[in-house]
């Protein structure tokens, strides 16, 4: 598929974090009186915070957002969630009713919400002007079978995410808290990850929303069959989120790609974002470094997809609910890791 979209641009706009304000910053934690490795973790995200702040001392992390990509997939009609088909609209209003636990984390932390309806199977007026602006369509093809998007609607799909990061990172947001909500996706996800990581369905198909041994077997037999249409198009990355992909993958691709070039941080959910993080290290490899991986959910494809981004989870929560829950957890250790260094007062040398 000839594409409009310059993947190769990303490769050279994607630079490294600052290495000499991440070693500023360990070196900082000495004047604090704090030993080496004494606060953990914290102080490994405090580093890696510098580098992508590009300054020492930390600026602490006080303009968090959350921001969830939304649409259904074809593939749900199969059977392959506990969640009927096409009830994702279902799930977005209750977000922007404030009545989803994702909202009450968000406030609890004192994060922004935003909601981006790429392609979900609901009325072009079921939600408000900002929330649907970017939506490619309604719901996506069954993968297993046929293509989710058309290469148009992929590119348009991740024309959109650019546009969302850059208005992200125009409006001053300094850390983003990823998610999505669709029926379906981990199924979707699934395939991506079975493509690049070349392993088969079984290897990657996961339980989910919780689904049974039956469910499991359907599902893993749809991320089969879309693992054949897939594997012919991996050297195109908008032609593979085309066939298998969907409009929120594709979006969170480019979402997360331009994340990277304007140095925006990114904490990754779960195995959804780590799929599309997997097809943007593909175009660009240095973007894993803009990235951490909020939590671990228990899905098999999530521990290769992160295995081979080489990210190691913050938590390990379990959380499958999607909508950004399982990265939203993680928020406060980035928040503790970028005011310690900022606020604590040096020790005086001992004489």
Not at 37 to 51: I, S
Not at 194 to 210: F, H, K, M, N, Q
Not at 241 to 255: M, S
């Amino acid at each position: 598929m000839d594409s409009t979209v310059d993947l190769d641009a990303f490769s050279s706009l994607v630079e490294r974090p600052d290495d000499t304000a991440r070693q500023a910053t360990e070196e900082r934690w000495a004047s604090l009186g704090v030993p080496p490795g004494g606060l953990g973790q914290l102080q490994q995200l405090g580093g890696w915070l510098a580098g992508v702040q590009g300054r020492c001392p930390v600026r602490p992390v006080e303009q968090a957002k959350v921001v969830i990509f939304a649409g259904d997939h074809g593939v749900a009609s199969l059977g392959v969630s506990t969640l009927p088909a096409g009830t994702t609209a279902d799930r977005v209003r209750a977000v922007l009713d404030g009545a989803a636990p994702v909202n009450v984390l968000a406030q609890r932390f004192g994060a922004r919400m935003r909601v981006v309806d790429m392609s979900v199977d609901a009325d072009a007026d079921a939600f408000p002007e900002e929330v649907v602006r970017h939506r490619v369509r309604r719901g996506s093809g069954r993968i297993d079978i046929e293509d989710a998007l058309t290469g148009a609607q992929a590119e348009q799909a991740f024309l959109a995410g650019v546009a969302v990061a850059d208005e992200e990172a125009d409006s001053g947001t300094d850390l983003v808290v990823l998610g999505d909500l669709g029926v379906g996706s981990t199924t979707v996800a699934a395939v991506l990850v079975g493509a690049l990581c070349g392993t088969d369905a079984a290897a990657v198909t996961g339980r989910g929303s919780g689904i049974d041994d039956r469910m499991w077997m359907v599902k893993c037999a749809a991320v089969r069959d879309a693992l054949r249409r897939a594997r012919p198009v991996l050297g195109d990355q908008i032609a593979l989120l085309a066939a298998t992909g969907g409009a929120d993958f594709a979006a969170i691709t480019g979402f997360l790609l331009q994340s990277a070039v304007r140095r925006t941080p990114v904490l990754l959910d779960g195995v959804v974002s780590a799929a599309c993080a997997l097809v943007a290290q593909r175009i660009a490899f240095r973007a894993p470094e803009w990235w951490r991986a909020g939590q671990a959910t228990g899905e098999p494809a999530l521990v290769k997809a992160y295995d081979r981004l080489t990210l190691e989870p913050l938590q390990d929560q379990r959380i499958t609910l999607g909508g950004a829950v399982g990265a939203l957890m993680a928020l406060p250790l980035l928040q503790a890791a970028s005011s310690m260094p900022a606020e604590l007062p040096e020790q005086p040398e001992s004489k």
